[in-house]
């Protein structure tokens, strides 16, 4: 079979750019509507994309005068669009420093279940120290001491999914039997940070385990994405560190026995479309016209865990430590500041580039150059999809679906129809086949 496309939509709120909620089209007091999320769903599945994915913050963030990102909590809602759609992958974001292995296994079992095997999880640690303070902590875990827990998180979680056997479920009416007690069994999992009986209290999901995502790029961040992740959301800014991260990352794959179509890795693309190039720019300029400065420079600040805000906007940046002083995400906090360097950015200029996507790629052309620039990435062995991040929503997706979709599907490098029913299915990913070893622990 041809190698294609993976395709997820990343859906924020109003969309990626952060003055997106200004627009005159903006629809930002629908953000609380199970509706709005399921109509953004809807369009994404009428192009066909592998899966929608929602972010999340476990704070309010400091300048929410400005915009906040951070609504509804994305579990409950996948529960919701799961009903409301078909075929679309669903993928929400949950920390390992602030749930339990035993009530998240539980809730994406129930998602896989509610979708009929369409749930993934992204796995985060959570970085923010506003986000340690909302769960009973003075501070953030150190990031080496994040990772060591989400090992071991990871692990509890797949032996909680395969506390049931596929077959575990008999449901014989004639004579009265429910389930086979020989094939649910306790895992007995006492390690460093957890200690869980089991076994699940929801039958083994429909994908085996929902998928497993990781966004970390740091050294530690790839290295954890090599044992556990089989899609990995990036953020890239040009193609030779595409490349780069792309090698790195398959690379490192054969030490846990895995191969390199095992592992689906997917650059952010925030893509400005027009009818001409030129338009396309206008539209850009547009709505970075509509950045508040205040809340540009307090983003920055969090990325480089830096206070900038005292520094002169048209200047620039100041000099900062390495990454090996950062504590939170250490490897956007390198994009940013080679970004700046490369390219002799102020601190002003630094801010637009950075508000549409974070650090994802921002691009900004007709619907033919983007699809050229998707292909020479996916054709030059730096992504085997990508992550659309819509600068404005639900407009920036539609244009997507309409305009971008079919020049690829014309090309043969996206799927006209789904030809599979689960996210694991759409990403040509193998169920696993892990059953119980048989117990009478729960033997009548």
């Known amino acids: 079979m041809t ?8 859906l924020m709120g109003t969309g990626h750019h952060e003055a997106s909620w200004r627009l005159p089209e903006s629809r930002p007091e629908d953000t609380l509507s199970a509706q709005y999320y399921a109509e ?8 066909k994309l592998d899966s929608i994915f929602f972010a999340d913050g476990l704070a309010v963030g400091r300048n929410v005068q400005y915009n906040s990102h951070n609504n509804l909590e994305p579990l409950t809602l996948l529960a919701a669009i799961a009903v409301l759609t078909e075929r679309i992958g669903l993928i929400a974001t949950a920390s390992t420093t602030y749930w339990e292995p035993f009530q998240l296994a539980r809730a994406f079992a129930s998602i896989d279940h509610i979708s009929q095997g369409r749930a993934g999880w992204n796995i985060v640690t959570s970085a923010g120290e506003d986000e340690a303070q909302n769960f009973n ?3 953030r875990p150190a990031h080496e001491d994040r990772y060591a827990r989400a090992t071991e998180f990871v692990e509890v979680t797949q032996r909680l999914w395969d506390s049931w056997a596929d077959d575990a479920r008999v449901l014989d009416k004639a004579g009265g039997r429910f389930a086979d007690p020989e094939s649910i069994v306790p895992i007995d999992h006492a390690g460093e940070h957890f200690q869980v009986r089991g076994p699940l209290n929801v039958p083994r999901p429909v994908q085996g385990h929902p998928l497993l995502v990781q966004a970390g790029s740091s050294e530690t961040g790839r290295e954890y994405a090599a044992r556990f992740a089989e899609a990995v959301f990036t953020a890239q800014q040009t193609l030779p560190e595409a490349q780069a991260f792309y090698a790195d ?4 794959l054969a030490r846990y026995g895995r191969r390199p179509e095992e592992v689906k890795i997917l650059p952010g693309i925030c893509a ?11 539209r850009e300029s547009e709505i970075n016209a509509l950045i508040q400065p205040e809340y540009g420079v307090e983003q920055l600040s969090r990325m480089l865990e830096h206070d900038v805000s005292g520094y002169p906007l048209d200047g620039p940046l100041p000099v ?7 504590s939170g995400h250490k490897s956007r906090f390198t994009l940013v500041t080679d970004l700046a360097r490369r390219e002799h950015l102020t601190i002003r200029q630094l801010i637009e580039r950075l508000a549409g996507g974070r650090g994802h790629r921002v691009f900004a052309g007709t619907p033919e150059q983007v699809a050229d620039e998707l292909e020479l990435w996916f054709t030059s062995g730096a992504a085997d999809g990508f992550n659309v991040m819509p600068a404005a929503l639900p407009g920036g997706l ?4 309409e305009q971008v979709v079919p020049i690829l599907q014309r090309r043969g490098l996206f799927r006209t129809e789904y030809t599979g029913t689960t996210l694991r299915e759409h990403y ?3 169920r696993p086949s892990t059953a119980p070893t048989r117990s009478k622990e729960f033997a009548a």
Do not use: C, M, W, Y
């Open 398 to 401: 539609t244009d997507f679906v």
């Open 249 to 252: 990352l398959k690379g490192r």
């Open 40 to 47: 953004l769903a809807r369009i994404a599945e009428r192009g």
């Open 428 to 430: 040509g990913l193998a």
């Open 320 to 326: 900062l430590p390495g990454e090996d002083a950062i």
């Open 3 to 10: 190698r294609q496309l993976h395709l997820n939509a990343f």
């Open 137 to 139: 902590r003075a501070s």
């Open 272 to 282: 400005v479309l027009g009818g001409t190039e030129a338009e396309a720019r206008q």
